[in-house]
Nanobody
């Protein structure tokens, strides 16, 4: 089973950028497609972006398309989420997750999850 650890969250101002990282270990991390989700208090977990095994294909939710970019470095077993033009409504706990499927935006299709990293955007 692949283990995932997110980092890079924090408190930023509206309009700022932030880059999240997700380090994968164990379980042949490079054999999984990866995704990023977020969850704000009182809301369901929301799909943001997914990247294929090689990184050649990506998919984004409409809510972040054009502002967020997912990428991966398989040599370092790390997945990234570059977030630009952040808005207060982007405030949430951000999770990376691993799946055998690409592409899927359904949380239950992801078999491994990190612990999450908090992103807070002030106005």
């Amino acid at each position: 089973q692949v283990l995932l650890v997110e980092s890079g969250g924090g408190l930023v101002q509206a309009g700022d950028s932030l880059k999240l990282s997700c380090a994968a270990s164990g379980g042949a991390a490079g054999s999984y497609a990866m995704g990023w989700f977020r969850q704000a208090p009182g809301n369901e977990r929301e799909f943001l972006a997914a990247v294929s095994l090689t990184g050649s294909r990506t998919h984004y939710a409409d809510s972040v398309k054009g502002r967020f970019a997912i990428s991966r470095d398989n040599a370092e077993d790390t997945v990234f989420l570059q977030m630009n033009s952040l808005k207060p409504e982007d405030t949430a706990v951000y999770y990376c997750a691993a799946t055998r499927l690409f592409y899927t935006n359904i949380a239950t299709d992801y078999s491994a999850w990190g612990q999450g990293t908090q992103v807070t955007v002030s106005s």
